[in-house]
């Protein structure tokens, strides 16, 4: 029996009836009850299955300790220094870094011109943003042995491609610059369908009758772009950088499927994984880097929501 | 209105657009198709298509790996998508419509799991669940992958739910139905669409995810189709079965592909709510 509380339809009597006041507390507290049994099972299970393991990972990134290993040595902060010492974690910084650069601009800017093309009505426009939109929600997985096929240099077809050009085929997978470049193209295809689709949503929002009047001002196409539609979609573009940087950077199916062991594509995510699941099994180290990744993650986040709580609102 | 040689222009663009989306798809499902003697023969349409790549993944060598690893997915999936999606009907109603002192704080505590990264809770489960007997078992994956669903399930059907007039429940009992009666006319046809969208989500999540795959199971026990397909790849350094790991790919993808085509409104509503008001 739960039922939204209704405005007495008489106002209330002004003697205290002690009855009349029993009954609403009681109403109350079973109302109360009824939310702890409706959303209790749910608060408890991602407090015990997230929030628990959350909190455990930081106790288990102050120790030296290999996965499944019944004994464990505390090493305080060492793990933390190493990652912000040693080269190999200067270079997961430095991969990090590019890969998220790297795909959230291209994602992006790729995702607007596809938006700004598939804003129109042209037959066929509901399938070419199904078309578009499709890939963003297919398995990681996927995409990544799609994109072997494409990129290996003995069948793939990017290599047959390249020899009928009189080239030979790059090896992909063994140059570390390449291989890098490899995953950045795959998830920048993946995901630019998700931009693309929030685009248009913000293209379809903005009054007809501003474009109009540009027109007839003798805006063409390209001002009108950078002088009305761009201005427009700020909010936008400021929405899509948040959630594209939160994607990219925890992006890992894709890397790990094109590239199993990490050859220069070691994010930190994907460097995560590796440290505690790979050959090394440093538990310890890798509960380090995942604290880091949260803290990062936090602040990015934190951003956004002072920023569309300061700006957004001038709609 | 746009002059005919705009029309070609745009005409032109949404067809490069076309091209780029469908193409790595076309070209997986092309090969997939192929005879391993073709595989290197750098056509994009098989000459001679066969069925053998699927029969290989169905019923020959690869089947062991790929019916059992489908019939963990497609179970560990369903189930959890199930069970998400009552609890997180139950806790957006509560939400929506029930006054409770810590309110926010609930919401909150959901919506900030969408900011951790899933990663970083995969060694701990790792280990708690050696200790309690859960790795590599249905209901390891089936927990997490609720516990990884719930949250923003809770929170888009809290907006949901928000938007529904409820009086409409009490006009119906005003003109004489029961409080079931007002519930089942006049609220659940309007709450469907929105548990409808929410469990599709969940499914994805669930049918895609890689992480809590190849992490939590060790066999064909409970390993789902993605952890499988990379074991596919791992194992195989000598003889590639190139042709067995391009008809599971497209085996993998297609439930998607065709749920996306069907329901492309709904998946898009839901994924990109509040984007544009921020």
């Known amino acids: 029996m739960a039922v939204t509380p209704v405005a007495p339809a008489r106002p209330a009597?002004?003697?205290?009836?002690?009855?009349?006041?029993?009954?609403?507390?009681?109403?109350?507290?079973?109302?109360?009850?009824?939310?702890?049994?409706?959303?209790?099972?749910?608060?408890?299970l991602i407090l015990a299955f997230i929030y628990f393991p959350l909190a455990s990972n930081v106790y288990y990134s102050l120790l030296d300790w290999r996965l499944g290993a019944r004994t464990a040595d505390v090493?305080?902060?060492?793990?933390?220094?190493?990652?912000?010492?040693?080269?190999?974690?200067?270079?997961?910084?430095?991969?990090?870094?590019?890969f998220t650069l790297a795909t959230v601009v291209g994602s992006m800017v790729l995702g607007l011109l596809v938006a700004l093309v598939l804003d129109r009505n042209l037959p066929g426009k509901t399938f070419a943003r199904t078309a578009v939109f499709a890939p963003y929600v297919l398995s990681g997985v996927g995409v990544g042995l799609i994109w072997l096929f494409i990129f290996d240099p003995r069948i793939g077809l990017l290599g047959h491609v390249l020899r009928a050009l009189g080239q030979s085929s790059p090896n992909w997978f063994i140059d570390p610059t390449l291989a890098l470049v490899m995953v950045i193209v795959v998830y920048v295809w993946k995901n630019l369908g998700?931009?693309?689709?929030?685009?248009?949503?913000?293209?379809?929002?903005?009054?007809?009758?501003?474009?109009?009047?540009?027109?007839?001002?003798?805006?063409?196409?390209?001002?009108?772009?950078?002088?009305?539609?761009?201005?427009?979609?700020?909010?936008?573009?400021f929405f899509l950088s948040v959630t594209c940087i939160l994607s990219s950077m925890q992006a890992f199916d894709i890397l790990r499927i094109m590239t199993p062991t990490g050859n220069g594509t070691n994010t930190i995510i994907f460097e995560i994984f590796l440290q505690s699941f790979g050959a090394y099994q440093r538990a310890g180290y890798s509960a380090a880097l995942a604290v880091v990744l949260f803290v990062v993650l936090f602040v990015v986040t934190a951003v956004q929501l002072r920023y569309v709580e300061r700006k957004v609102h001038y709609r | 209105m746009l002059t005919t040689k705009q029309k070609v222009w745009w005409a032109l663009g949404t067809v490069a657009v076309l091209v780029y989306a469908l193409f790595p798809v076309a070209a997986i499902f092309a090969t997939s198709f192929k005879p391993s003697s073709e595989l290197t023969s750098g056509t994009f349409l098989p000459s001679s298509p066969t069925l053998s790549n699927y029969e290989s993944i169905l019923a020959g060598d690869a089947q062991e790996l790929f019916l059992s690893s489908l019939r963990n997915s497609i179970g560990i999936s369903v189930i959890s998508?199930?069970?998400?999606?009552?609890?997180?009907?139950?806790?957006?109603?509560?939400?929506?419509?029930?006054?409770?002192?810590?309110?926010?704080?609930?919401?909150?505590?959901?919506?900030?799991?969408?900011?951790?990264?899933?990663?970083?809770?995969?060694?701990?489960?790792f280990n708690l669940w050696r200790t309690i007997g859960l790795y590599d078992t249905w209901p390891g994956l089936i927990i997490p992958y609720m516990s990884l669903t719930l949250p923003i399930s809770i929170w888009t059907l809290t907006a949901f739910f928000r938007q529904i007039p409820w009086e409409?429940?009490?006009?119906?009992?005003?003109?004489?139905?029961?409080?079931?009666?007002?519930?089942?006319?006049?609220?659940?046809?309007?709450?469907?669409?929105?548990?409808?969208?929410?469990?599709?989500?969940?499914?994805?999540?669930?049918?895609?995810?890689?992480?809590?795959?190849?992490?939590?199971?060790?066999?064909?026990?409970?390993?789902?189709v993605p952890a499988a397909l990379a074991f596919f790849t791992g194992s195989s350094q000598f003889e590639e079965p190139t042709g067995a790991i391009s008809a599971a790919a497209v085996v993998v993808t297609i439930p998607v592909v065709v749920l996306v085509l069907l329901f492309q409104r709904q998946i898009v509503s839901g994924l990109t709510q509040g984007a544009v008001k921020g």
């Open chain 1, 194 to 237: 998700y931009c693309a689709v929030v685009y248009l949503a913000g293209l379809q929002s903005i009054p007809k009758d501003l474009l109009e009047a540009a027109q007839l001002d003798g805006a063409g196409p390209v001002r009108q772009l950078f002088s009305v539609k761009l201005p427009l979609l700020g909010p936008t573009v």
């Open chain 2, 81 to 125: 998508t199930v069970l998400a999606s009552i609890l997180a009907t139950l806790a957006a109603y509560a939400i929506a419509r029930l006054d409770f002192p810590g309110k926010k704080l609930v919401l909150m505590t959901s919506l900030a799991v969408s900011i951790f990264p899933v990663i970083s809770i995969v060694t701990p489960l």
């Open chain 1, 75 to 98: 090493v305080g902060l060492a793990n933390y220094v190493e990652l912000f010492t040693s080269s190999r974690g200067f270079d997961v910084w430095r991969v990090t870094l590019i």
């Open chain 1, 13 to 44: 009597p002004r003697v205290a009836d002690p009855d009349r006041r029993r009954r609403r507390r009681s109403a109350t507290s079973r109302r109360h009850l009824t939310f702890v049994l409706l959303a209790g099972p749910n608060i408890a």
């Open chain 2, 168 to 224: 409409l429940e009490q006009a119906a009992q005003v003109d004489g139905a029961t409080t079931y009666q007002a519930f089942r006319r006049a609220i659940v046809p309007l709450a469907a669409p929105g548990v409808f969208t929410t469990a599709l989500i969940a499914f994805f999540i669930a049918w895609n995810d890689f992480v809590y795959g190849i992490s939590l199971t060790s066999t064909s026990a409970a390993r789902p």
